[in-house]
């Protein structure tokens, strides 16, 4: 993971400030999933704010580069990491696609859109936007390994630090790195008093447990 303390607490504090993030201990979300949540992120509000999408870019950029070195391709996971990949792309000077969540079910049925036949091949960095357990990142992943594609590894925004994140990337032998991330968010959010210290045991303890959290807080 990215341990870089300043760009981990900037990134924290522009989240919270655009409310891309939103943290509601005592009146949680409810996931896609199904989970209940104390926490809710939505990074495409980052793209609306040209100052922050600009260092967020940017940082990205600095982070594929530092951590995986020379690559030939960016690739945006649909549909969130696709403007963002695309401004990596851009400010990398590269070539850009992305990988649906699924093939079309019309006309050439892709399931990776952009020149591909002239990016097959090349070392490609994946970008997400969130990372929570890793499943639809990993789809893409093994999408263009099987188009070809030598996936260097993944870059997002933020993860909520999953441990089932952190084994499916590794048992996928991709290694990924994000901006921010749950703890640093946490520690920002407290010490700027977005949250009390009664909010971060409760935070503390969905993070420990997510998929069970709301049956333990209903209970």
């Known amino acids: ?22 943290l509601q201990p005592n009146n949680p979300f409810t996931w896609a999933s199904g989970w209940k949540s104390p926490i809710y992120c939505d990074n495409r509000v980052t793209l609306s704010h040209p100052s922050i999408r600009t260092y ?3 940082q990205l950029t600095v982070i594929i580069q530092e951590k995986f070195g020379s690559v030939g391709c960016i690739a945006g996971v649909a549909t969130a990491g696709i403007p963002q990949g695309a401004l990596v792309a851009q400010e990398m000077g590269l070539p850009f ?18 020149d591909v036949p002239t990016t097959t091949g090349k070392r490609v960095v994946v970008i997400e936007d969130l990372i929570s357990t890793g499943k639809s990142s990993l789809q ?16 997002a925004i933020f993860s909520y630090g999953f441990d089932v994140a952190s084994e499916n ?4 032998g991709c290694p ?44």
Do not use: C
């Open 56 to 58: 967020i870019r940017q």
């Open 140 to 155: 893409a992943v093994d999408a263009l390994k099987s188009a070809g594609f030598e996936v260097a590894g993944l870059a």
């Open 97 to 114: 696609i992305y990988v649906r969540a699924k093939a079309k079910e019309h006309g050439t049925g892709s399931l990776i859109e952009g």
């Open 176 to 219: 990924f790195v994000t901006l921010s991330n749950y703890n640093a968010l946490i520690k920002y959010a407290e010490a700027n008093q977005y949250i009390s210290e009664k909010d971060v045991a409760v935070l503390t303890q969905w993070r420990e447990s997510p998929s069970t959290w709301g049956q333990i807080a209903s209970s």
């Open 169 to 172: 990337f590794k048992n996928a």
């Open 1 to 22: 993971m990215f341990n870089n303390n300043e760009i981990e607490q900037q990134v924290a504090e522009f989240l919270l400030q655009i409310k891309a993030i939103k």
